[in-house]
């Protein structure tokens, strides 16, 4: 706490007082009991001044009142002392989002990187503020370089597959009121048909390209993955197998007919179009799950524990995968881990019920509230 009491400011209270009131403020923030907090930060200031920490955390707690000009003139008195004082801009940003106002948010997230150029928040609200202002472009950069420096940030993953999806709805419109006859706008009018689910509707836009444009890249596989998604696994097979001809190294037609092999158990047939798969998208979770399956039904067990491994490195909760490791080691007889696999499955499965009759009861509303309800 000693450093809390550098900063500007004659100490009238003994030192021991002030400490005690910063230790109650904290408790109180700790407790959620923001207005208090901000009640005795305010006293220790008249004690300590311009203390700049002082001024950090009572700004904080104004945040988390909603007070959000009041914590940026907080933010501000600390800057005017030190303008690159480390990580105040980005809480002004932070504050400025908060009040929509994306180019002060912009204009403070930039001055914390020019002071602190790995300051990963001031990236983060950097890039909101370029999304919410429409500059997408500039706001995936951010993101990108914020998931090459934290790859399992799920609200950075989140947040770039936001962007990715509104700049490709950015490019679609363009295209469309640019060329709005041409076999490229009816292919964007069938993707957002297939990304609502109307597959039938998507199919025969599809079709329409295929017509206007019988050699329009990658049409194959756009019908493949539509029958796919509609379940229609015999039509599906024919056009992923005519993008294979078309693209012998087209990895997600590898992949579905994959899927397809294994749900029909022609698990031979099924391992190299996955294996070229995983080759080109080593991400592929559910493919290693896919593949693991594939070398079990054919008799290859040991394969299929590395298969399900590589499953499991990059998702350590998949439950399925846990389920087929329990089968493959007791068929090795390794009844040690069969049981070890066993017991997770059991224990994610409760999980996962537990999660579903917490949302279900959210939706509903508790018991207790039965009666509130028509």
């Known amino acids: 706490m000693a450093g809390l009491l550098l900063g500007g400011g004659v100490q009238v209270q003994p030192r021991a007082d002030v400490e005690r009131q910063l230790t109650r403020a904290i408790r109180l923030e700790e407790g959620k009991d923001f207005a208090a907090a901000e009640g005795v930060y305010r006293e220790v200031l008249k004690t300590l001044g311009e203390d700049p920490e002082v001024l950090r955390r009572l700004g904080l707690v104004c945040q988390q009142q909603g007070k959000f000009d009041e914590s940026i003139q907080v933010f501000q008195r600390i800057l005017k002392r030190a303008p690159v004082y480390p990580g105040v801009n980005t809480l002004v940003a932070i504050s400025q989002y908060a009040l929509n106002r994306f180019d ?6 930039q ?25 997408l472009l500039e706001a995936i950069q951010q993101l990108e370089q914020l998931r090459v420096e934290d790859p399992q940030n799920a609200a950075v993953l989140y947040q770039l597959a936001v962007d990715y999806k509104a700049a490709a709805q950015q490019a679609g419109q363009r295209l469309t009121r640019t060329y ?5 706008a009816r292919a964007i009018q069938a993707e957002v048909l297939a990304d609502t689910e109307r ?10 390209v295929q017509r206007k444009d019988p050699k329009f890249p990658g049409i194959h596989l756009a019908l493949g993955q539509v029958h ?7 039509k599906a097979r024919v056009e992923l197998e005519l993008a294979l001809v078309e693209e012998p190294n087209q990895a997600l037609a590898q992949y579905y007919l994959g899927d397809i092999f294994v749900s029909e158990q022609e698990f031979e047939r099924a391992i190299p179009h996955l294996e070229r798969a995983i080759s080109v ?11 693991g399956k594939s070398y079990s039904g054919s008799g290859e ?5 590395g298969a399900f491994k590589k499953a499991l490195e990059q998702d350590p909760n998949y439950k399925e995968v846990h389920f087929q490791l329990h089968e493959v080691y007791a068929r090795l007889g390794m009844k040690r881990e069969s049981q070890q696999h066993l017991e997770i499955f059991q224990r994610l499965t409760q999980e996962a019920q537990k999660r579903d009759r917490r949302v279900l009861e959210e939706a509903v509303g508790s018991p207790g509230e039965s009666g509130s309800h028509p």
Do not use: C, H, M
């Open 301 to 305: 067990p040991q394969r299929a524990v």
């Open 199 to 208: 597959f039938d509707e998507a199919i025969a836009a599809f079709k329409d």
């Open 180 to 184: 709005p006859d041409s076999a490229f």
């Open 111 to 135: 001055k914390e990187l020019v002071g602190n150029p790995t300051d990963k928040q001031a990236k983060y609200y950097l890039s909101l503020a370029f999304s919410a202002s429409g500059r």
């Open 228 to 234: 796919w998604r509609r379940k229609d696994l015999d």
């Open 281 to 291: 998208y080593p991400e592929l979770t559910r493919a290693y799950w896919l593949l």
């Open 104 to 109: 002060k948010a912009i204009e403070a997230a």
